[in-house]
Structures are given as C-alpha cells and as structure tokens.
C-alpha cells in the first residue's frame, strides 16, 4: 500500500528536522519526504506521459530515483496546520496480560497507545505468571501479532516469579524477544545476585530498567514523607527510599559496564547522581514520568465522596515536593533526563478507586494522556520546545535501546503521529480498560489527529 502524507509541518528530533513538507509511504516503510511531492510526480508523470511512458512516474529522493506511479497511491492524508511527528515510544508500560486481564489486556492498551499517539512500548514483567520464561515471551510477543496495532517489546524478570532468589534464563528470554530486563514494581535487593544479572546482560548486550526502591526502607508507606502527608495522617516513603538503590545501581553499573536504565525518576538527589555518572562517562540513562513533573503532594486530594483522599494519587515512586519537581524539569531542560515514560499502570476500579491510600494499588494510566500532557506542561509553558519534549519520546529510546522507529528518515519504519499542538481537549474518555488517573476533567493541549504504524493507520481522529 502507498500512502502520501501531504503539507504536515514535520518534527523529527534524529534529524532536527522542522519544516512543511509531504511524506511517501510504500509497504510500511518511508520511501520520500520533501515538499510538493504530489504536485512533482504530477509533472513527471505528464513528462513520462509525453514520452509515451504510461506505467511510471519517476520521483527524485536524495539523488535516488524511485519508481513511483500516481495510481499506486491509495490514501491521501492532509495533514495541512498538523504536526507529524516519529510515533511515540514508550519504555516502561504495564498491559497486565497475562495474569491480570480484568485490568488491561494486550489488546485494549494498545489501542490506548495507539490512541496516544504511541507505535513501540516495552511492557514490564510483573504479570501473573511473570514474564520470567520463554513461555510467558513467546505468549506476549505471539498475542501481541495477533490482536496489538503497534510495536510490543517485552521486557524480562531478572528473577524467577521475580522472588529475588534465582536469576532466570536470560539468554533464552532474549532469544524468544525480550529487549532488556527488570524487575520493575520492586528491586532485586540481594546486590550480590544483582550484579550477576548485570554482567550476564552485558554479555548478551541487554540493558537493564532498574525500578529504584529499597523496600526494607519502605515501613508501610503509600505517600511521600512530608509536611502535607503528615497532616492527612498517611505514613510517607522518604526520598532515600529510591535514593540508596539509585546509587548501589550505578556503582554496580561502573563496575560492571552494563547499559543501566532508571525508570521512573522521582527525587533531586537521583538526578543529581544521573548527572554525576553521565560526566563520568558511565552507560546511564534516567526517565521521567509526566505525573512526577507536573504534581506534588501538595496537589493529592481528597475524594468527591468524602471518603478520605483520592487514591488515584497513589503511585510508586510518590509524588514528591516541589523541590524535587523543579529539580526533575531542570534534568530535562539539561538532558540529565533523557527519556518521558509514562508507567502506564492500569488498575480496576474495584481495586482502585474503593480502596482507601493505604491499601489501594499503585500507579495511573497514562499513555492516553503523555503528548498532552507534555506539551501542556512542558512545551506550552516553555521549559522545553516542541524537538527537545520529542526527543525525550521518540529519538532517544530508539537510539539507545535499538528500537523501531524514532525517527522520519528515509529507508525507516512508517511510524508516525500526526496531532495539532493547539487544539484543546478534555481528558474523558479511555480506550484503555482502566481509568485510574488524577488527570481526568483536566483540558490539555495537543490532539491526536492520526497514529500509524509501519504504513498503516492504527487510530483516526479527524
């Protein structure tokens, strides 16, 4: 199938790219972009026509010549005062399956990311059973082909059921398409068998996305220690909860060599030591999530029933204080941060939202809600252009971590989102199976108009 995407304003960090111009799409793969492109295989095809040439047009892409006929372009996408964009890539998600259906599936957060504006994601291990055996790879990868409109990476548990008692069989998970391993929802706290399972990653060329919290430090915590949380009477996690493991992780990724990812970033102190390691010159990279950069607990409330505060708070690293807010926006204005995940974390309403602070799961759905907002918070206010927000979700993941996409060159994978950075929105309704967020009633900027995915349209909102 060929498709052309006609006088978007293309935003492409890889190549810092940003111009009107038109895109050529064949078989899923980016085959021309420049501008005018209908208009000139108009001309040559009239000149070919002239010479008697009824079969093709022949189109001029970087002094290659690409035979092109007018007749073969299927859908014409006008993409006139949007943005288009390299499709999104998210590297710390959760789709629940298996194991946990009745929160997400492979399926339904798919279609939330493609809603989003998402073509890669890497869904995290803590599934039931673990994503800890060839088996559990093959179901995802195999589902994901089967029912998922977007790239599905998984990514495998160091440990068997992710106990932190024995490491499991990584090489045969990479063999079966893990792209790295965790133990993301909790730490491996035995140091020792940790570094085992960096050193093994290094040989097999994996990273590691380290989840950074010391649960011996925990003590029942389900909010960040301070002030505000003290006075609504909930136990708080201080911020040397993820700062300890942040720092064991990268002493133990100097040592080691091994790619260390941090997820979720959440403290002044982690970006202080990500910055630190970075001028050292070691293998580090660090995300952050949107709730982290745009809340403290200054913002938890209570809930609309009067039931106490609203659990939709509740997330793992807890919002923390506005120092440490400032202190992560700083890390992406200063590109200590390289990366925006959103840590979707999909959760029942049952689960949720009818259980009080202290007992409710962790996390929010988030990949309905990234673009906007990043620019609302980011862009709009002018801590970060438009190119540097999408480098932090586009370029830098597929540069670091080998992934597909990232980028709008040609030859690449035809992976796009095509949104308007002005229109305004209501965060409402969820292709997700789950609704748990603070953001919702919230108006956000940036509107999806399009997500496609190797050459196909996966999501339309015109």
């Known amino acids: 199938m060929t498709t052309l995407i006609k006088g978007g304003r293309v935003i492409d ?22 501008a005018n492109l ?7 095809s009239d000149l070919n026509k002239m010479d008697g040439i009824e079969d093709a047009s022949i189109l001029m892409n970087d002094e290659e010549e690409i035979a092109v006929s007018l007749d073969e372009i299927e859908e014409v996408i006008d993409a006139t005062g949007n943005y288009v964009m390299p499709g999104l890539i998210d590297l710390h998600v959760h789709l629940r399956e ?12 798919t279609k939330a990311m493609a809603k989003g504006g998402f073509t890669s994601v890497c869904p995290m291990p803590n599934t039931k059973p673990a994503t800890d055996c060839v088996e559990v790879v093959k179901y995802i990868v195999d589902k994901a ?31 079966a398409g893990i792209c790295a391993i965790s133990e993301d929802g909790k730490s491996v706290m035995n140091a020792s068998l940790y570094r085992k399972s960096m050193k093994l990653a290094k040989e097999l060329g994996l990273a590691v996305f380290a989840h950074c919290e010391d649960i011996n430090m925990v003590n029942g915590g389900c909010v ?23 720092a064991r992780d990268i002493l133990i990724a100097k040592e080691t060599g091994t790619r260390l990812h941090l997820c979720h970033c959440s403290t002044a102190d982690s970006v202080k030591m990500v910055k630190a390691a970075k001028e050292e010159g070691l293998p580090v990279s660090a995300e952050v999530c949107p709730h982290h950069f745009i809340l403290t607990s200054d913002d938890i409330k209570t809930r609309t029933d009067g039931l106490g505060v609203d659990s939709n708070y509740k997330m793992n690293p807890p919002l923390r204080r506005e120092e440490d807010r400032l202190a992560i926006i700083a890390g992406l204005k200063d590109n200590t941060i390289d990366l925006i995940a959103t840590d979707h974390a999909p959760h029942s309403a049952e689960e949720k939202a009818a259980q009080p602070m202290w007992t409710a799961p962790s996390g929010i759905t988030g990949l309905e809600t990234a673009l906007g907002l990043g620019v609302t ?10 190119m ?20 709008i060159e040609v030859g690449n994978p035809a992976d796009f989102v095509i949104f308007n950075p002005d229109e305004e929105w209501t965060v409402t309704d969820f292709a997700s199976k789950s609704t748990n967020t603070p953001f919702i009633g919230e108006k956000l900027y940036g509107k999806v108009h399009y997500t496609i995915c190797r050459g196909k349209i996966i999501y339309i909102d015109k």
């Open 98 to 109: 298996p194991g946990f259906e009745h929160k997400e599936t492979i399926e339904t957060g």
């Open 13 to 34: 960090p890889a190549t810092k790219t940003d111009e009107v111009m038109d895109i050529l799409i064949k078989d899923g793969v980016i085959i021309a972009r420049g």
């Open 388 to 407: 540097e927000m999408l480098e932090k979700m586009t370029s830098n993941p597929a540069e670091l971590y080998k992934l597909p996409g990232g980028s």
């Open 145 to 175: 082909k089967e029912v998922s409109p977007i790239n599905v990476l998984p990514v495998g548990a160091i440990t068997v059921g992710q106990f932190g008692k024995e490491l499991t069989d990584i090489a045969a998970m990479k063999e």
């Open 38 to 44: 209908l208009e000139e295989l108009e001309s040559v």
């Open 224 to 246: 960040n220690a301070d002030a505000k949380t003290k006075e609504m009477g909930l136990p708080g996690i201080t911020n040397s909860v993820e700062d300890v493991i942040v």
């Open 377 to 386: 918070s980011l862009v709009k206010p002018g801590h970060l252009t438009m």
